[in-house]
């Protein structure tokens, strides 16, 4: 019997914390939903708190005795931080080695030096990508938009031909691709396999960013053609360094934990053999732990020595990666905290009841839940996390393959249609000087166009696979 199964009916044997019936139980939800998006977007309540206490409005709603929704949510929030917090923080680490040391500069100053023209957009596609992977959106805009205003400004390029596949590229591998809080959260809501949740969010990856950024991006451009606001670039972190790590070293130790979690799916496939020497020594170094861990260690010295960082440097360097994931941590904490109320309330067993009889697919469930929680709370992290504790119970007899294209389903829903309620609105209208209805013209439907492109890509690979 595998893992999964041990653990649902595992999960079966444990009485909900109400008797509430569908009807009550359906209340308590969109009213513990309700009382979030209030919260957080009328209160402008941090998502943590807002979390914390729409979590125990929903048990109060569903009839839940109080003390019993309050295990439910801290049981849910130290195992959600027990699973992804330490993966989240040594991420961060990763990603402020990354940028302190030059190495993220050396990558887009390779990479660009060996591009122009009409491939400038596809190499900014590229750079973003790459970038991406080990760092949380946020950073990456700030990593990046010195770049993507230098390169529009020195080339004559449009803002949003440079722009937009940037920024595609970056929200592509936040909402897709593990090591990003969201997956991850999500692919232990539904017990999904990570290294073949990585292995399809790649695929799925490609061709949505590829048609979000560099081809999105002349439409873009024809609605919004504005020029490189001069006040916005700012000096970029190696411009003090004497010298900095290698494109190809720097390259190698970014993609380090990805090819060890693509090398344990790939081992998990060929030998199949949970016994067999060469499948357990994968199983231990492809595990995300031991393959971001490894990636940090290696990135001290690949990363860190290079630009003549000193054992102090780096410790300093690697202290102030820590302190800005405080508050994420807290909110993917408290959301998962929010899925174990909504497990433990019986909404769970009351979604897989109702979806019997409905003719709509559950991957295709799980991406409308998604985005109804991001259009309401403008966060694709709260998105993520709801919508992952709601649909969980559908992965129970769902293959591996399947299990992991209702983690992308939840991704890709959790991105649709960024607008005045999303941080990321903000961060991106300021850096780029657009106005509100700019924004909303060129980053909101670029958004659009990747939740619903990656939408269509998980539902056509779920009738092959």
Request: a neutral charge.
């Amino acid at each position: 019997m595998t893992r999964l199964s041990v653990e649902m009916l595992a999960a079966d044997t444990v009485e909900p914390i109400t008797s509430a019936g569908h009807a009550q139980l359906g209340i308590a939800v969109l009213a513990g939903i309700a009382v979030i998006v209030l919260l957080i977007t009328k209160f402008k309540l941090h998502a943590f708190l807002a979390l914390t206490i729409g979590s125990l409005a929903l048990g109060a709603f569903a009839g839940a005795p109080l003390d019993k929704a309050i295990v439910s949510f801290t049981t849910g929030l130290g195992t959600t931080v027990a699973g992804v917090g330490v993966l989240i923080a040594l991420g961060a680490i990763l990603g402020k080695l990354l940028a302190d040391s030059g190495g993220a500069d050396q990558i887009v100053d390779t990479i660009l030096a060996r591009a122009g023209g009409r491939a400038m957009p596809w190499a900014m596609v590229l750079i973003a990508s790459v970038i991406g992977l080990p760092l949380f959106f946020e950073v990456g805009i700030v990593l990046l938009i010195p770049v993507v205003l230098m390169v529009a400004k020195r080339g004559n390029y449009s803002l949003m031909r440079i722009g937009i596949p940037a920024l595609a590229g970056l929200s592509v591998m936040h909402g897709l691709v593990p090591p990003h809080p969201g997956p991850l959260v999500a692919i232990d809501a539904v017990k999904a396999n990570l290294g073949v949740t990585l292995a399809l969010g790649v695929l799925v990856a490609i061709p949505t960013v590829i048609i979000a950024g560099p081809l999105f991006s002349k439409v873009a451009a024809r609605w919004v053609d504005v020029p490189a606001p001069e006040r916005m670039i700012p000096q970029r972190p190696s411009e003090e360094l004497e010298k900095r790590p290698g494109f190809g070293v720097t390259l190698a130790t970014i993609l380090l934990p990805v090819v060890l979690m693509l090398a344990k799916a790939l081992v998990d496939i060929v030998v199949d053999d949970p016994t067999h020497l060469v499948q357990r020594v994968f199983d231990v170094i492809g595990s995300p732990l031991i393959a971001l861990l490894t990636a940090v260690i290696f990135g001290m010295f690949t990363l860190g020595r290079p630009a003549g960082f000193s054992k102090e440097r780096i410790s300093r360097t690697v202290e102030k990666g820590l302190a800005p994931i405080a508050g994420i941590l807290l909110i993917v904490g408290a959301g998962g905290g929010f899925k174990q109320t909504l497990i433990d309330s019986g909404v769970g067993q009351m979604i897989l009841d109702i979806s019997k009889d409905w003719s709509i697919p559950a991957l295709l469930l799980a991406w409308l839940i998604a985005v109804a929680i991001r259009l309401a709370t403008g966060s694709a992290t709260v998105a993520t996390v709801s919508a992952a504790g709601l649909v969980a119970p559908l992965a129970a007899d769902m293959s591996t393959t399947h299990a992991a294209l209702l983690v992308l389903a939840i991704g890709a829903g959790s991105l649709f249609l960024s607008h005045v309620n999303d941080a990321g609105f903000w961060l991106v209208k300021e850096y780029f000087g657009l106005s509100v209805g700019q924004n909303l013209k060129t980053w909101s439907v670029m958004e659009c166009i990747i939740s619903v492109v990656a939408g269509g890509l998980v539902l056509l690979l779920s009738l092959v696979i």
